[in-house]
């Protein structure tokens, strides 16, 4: 490669690397879905003062974000722009690191770099704020080829850090990492058995030194180790069983059984299947052209096969919108490297006709996704209704506030209750409270060490064991009520998004024979005041 193309490929690292950060920092800026987009802002903040994920605050994933976010708000101030920066340096990294991959395989930096566009356009965007399934996912790519690469180049380096990031994914989000940790530990040890054996040692050093840095956490910290049991496997794996089998208190649209469907599968993810068939129909030609031989490049394509049905699966039983489609571009670059490097295919009509569809599916899903940011439930939203969210608060600089739901039409309406909120709760001892929220922000706001229940509350047992039948509910409940009596919490703070968004929570049992009197202050805002029992 002369000294020109040298200087044009860093170019392109340059121009991706730009982009795939500023498309998801603009569209973070769009609107917002409070459950999900605070998820990590409170408990990134609160971790700087002190407090703590599973030992302080109920969590049942995310732990590894929640840490990184701290970082970045000690990095750029304890802001929005913090928040958002975090977002999008991963969907740069996944960006990047996908156009690094393709480059080691196909030599057209123009089909690279297309591809690479595409994913940065239809990852993070999608939700624009740190969120565990994005982490989990993007790391799970990464993990994939880092894999796919460490049998390509037969290079220990990869074999290192592989399961680093196998361990970042799943302490991200349990799943779609726990399916594709999985499939890679039964690759690794078919490749073991059947191909080649240098690897270990590397791959073994990086496994002794994730289990280190799992103890290390575990004693710095001082992380109960049943509540870490329960908090990132045994409640967690409640939730994924009951969304399998159909389990009445399963979220419904998390019901595999009810989205099992030829449209639901195969129509919603039929952009994902044709690669997926065009990859597998390549691979038939291949084995064929080999005389029926299985070799590495059969194995690598199983592999790859295998990996996209389970982040299919997945997305079959999550609650939440599609956030996979930034998989169909890494899918078409794979099926790119099997024409131009296994069967020597460089034809011009293929890589337009594959140009063009890439364009119009990213164009398709960006303006599904981004533009009208249905990821966020906001696709029937009137964009021009928001406001500047810096009238809440000067650290919500760029932010544009419109939510979906009960404010969409008079979000003033909504940002003049929280600032009010605001104000209110500013008064009271930090310690001696409790917020129970989905507006998590009021700690950062009020630079407060608010004491928080969960990260999430959702109604039945989704993402808060609410319900009776849940054979965790006991365990939950007493860990709450010891940390009111060890607090010593005088006061209770349920601020809604929407009227009675927390009538599903039993004061009463959170309670015990506590004493209390309840107050409501508006439509948002309600004080549950713990009294002496006369």
Request: charge should be positive; aromatic fraction near 20%; hydrophobic fraction near 45%.
């Amino acid at each position: 490669m002369n000294f020109y193309n040298i200087k044009i490929k860093y170019l392109f690292y340059i121009f991706l690397g730009i982009y795939s950060f500023y498309v998801n920092y603009f569209f973070s800026n769009k609107g917002l879905f409070p459950i999900d987009t605070f998820s990590f802002f409170d408990t990134g903040y609160l971790i700087t003062q002190g407090l703590h994920p599973i030992k302080d605050i109920w969590v049942i994933s995310g732990i590894f974000i929640d840490y990184l976010q701290a970082i970045y708000f000690l990095l750029f101030g304890f802001n929005w722009n913090a928040y958002v920066f975090h977002a999008s340096s991963l969907n740069m990294i996944l960006c990047l690191f996908f156009f690094y991959f393709l480059n080691n395989f196909n030599k057209n930096f123009y089909i690279n770099l297309l591809l690479s566009f595409s994913v940065a356009t239809l990852c993070y965007p999608v939700a624009g704020t740190p969120f565990p399934y994005q982490h989990s996912f993007i790391l799970s790519l990464i993990s994939l080829m880092i894999f796919y690469l460490a049998i390509r180049k037969e290079n220990r380096i990869y074999w290192l850090t592989l399961p680093i990031v196998m361990l970042l994914s799943f302490a991200s989000m349990q799943m779609p990492s726990g399916i594709i940790n999985v499939i890679l530990l039964i690759f690794i040890s078919l490749y073991y058995y059947k191909f080649e054996k240098f690897f270990l040692i590397s791959f073994t050093r990086g496994v002794i030194f994730c289990v280190l840095l799992i103890i290390f956490y575990i004693l710095i910290v001082k992380i109960n180790l049943k509540d870490l049991l329960m908090q990132l496997v045994l409640f967690p794996f409640s939730l994924g069983e009951g969304r399998i089998t159909g389990n009445s208190d399963s979220y419904e649209s998390a019901n595999l059984l009810k989205k099992f469907t030829i449209r639901g599968t195969f129509g919603h993810f039929k952009f994902i299947f044709f690669f997926i068939f065009a990859n597998l129909i390549s691979t038939i030609i291949y084995i064929k052209k080999k005389s029926n031989k299985f070799d590495k490049i059969v194995f690598l394509n199983f592999f790859i096969i295998l990996c996209s049905l389970g982040f299919i699966f997945h997305q079959l039983i999550t609650a939440n919108q599609t956030f996979i489609f930034s998989l169909i571009p890494i899918l078409c670059g794979l099926f790119i490297i099997q024409l131009n490097d296994f069967f020597k295919i460089k034809n011009r009509i293929i890589n337009t006709s594959i140009i063009l569809l890439i364009t119009l599916i990213t164009i398709k899903y960006h303006y599904d996704y981004n533009v009208d940011r249905k990821f966020m439930d906001l696709q029937n939203t009137d964009f021009s209704n928001s406001i500047k969210a810096n009238t809440l608060d000067t650290k919500f600089n760029k932010l544009q506030w419109i939510t979906p739901f009960y404010y969409k039409k008079n979000p003033s309406e909504e940002l003049e209750l929280l600032r009010k909120t605001k104000k209110i709760i500013s008064k009271d001892k930090p310690e001696e409270i409790i917020l129970i929220t989905n507006y998590q922000f009021f700690s950062l706001l009020l630079e407060k060490k608010f004491n928080i229940l969960n990260r999430w509350y959702f109604p039945k047992n989704n993402t808060h064991p609410t319900s009776k039948e849940n054979k965790y509910y006991d365990y939950y409940l007493e860990k709450q009520q010891n940390l009111i009596i060890d607090k010593k919490i005088k006061k209770i703070y349920l601020v809604n998004s929407y009227p009675d968004e927390f009538s599903f929570i039993s004061i009463k049992d959170l309670l015990k024979e506590k004493c209390y009197n309840k107050e409501k202050y508006n439509k948002m805002l309600t004080l549950i005041e713990i009294v002496s029992c006369n």
